[in-house]
């Protein structure tokens, strides 16, 4: 499993299972193998929230490696570049693969939209790859 999906379930405060014995373990959100991490001998976890207005959408970008999305309100429709969009609801996540131009949106026109991201990367390189 990597860094980023592991802090997925221990940073975000996902649904726990309490057992007999007064331990909590964390509840599997989500789990999927990826391609694209970063190989380098070092790496930087970064942990983002963004709040997304009723109507609004992220800019268009493309990130290096692979990002985790977790919604804990809204639903996040996510248009990835030749590919049908996705909708993660609250209590949700998603991988976002890395390389690829990609638009997410609140499709509410009431409902506020929160997201938290979870990217792991070389050290120093930016989240965004901005598409000119």
């Known amino acids: 499993m990597s860094l980023g999906l592991a802090l997925v379930f221990f940073i975000v405060g996902s649904p726990s299972i309490a057992h007999e014995d007064g331990t909590v373990r964390p509840q599997s959100l989500l789990r999927e193998i990826v391609q694209g991490m970063p190989k380098g001998g070092t790496q930087e976890v970064s942990v983002l929230t963004a709040s997304i207005k009723p109507g609004d959408k992220t800019v268009f970008p493309t990130h290096r ?13 996510l248009e990835l570049e030749g590919r049908e969009p996705t909708t993660v609801k609250a ?28 990217y792991v990367s070389d050290p120093d390189k930016p989240f965004l790859d901005p598409i000119n």
Do not use: C, D, H
């Open 65 to 77: 490696f692979p990002v985790t999305v977790y919604v804990p309100e809204g639903a996040f429709t």
């Open 91 to 118: 209590g949700q996540a998603m991988v976002e693969p890395p390389n690829v131009r990609m638009t997410g949106y609140n499709r509410s026109g009431t409902e506020p939209l929160r997201v938290q991201i979870f």
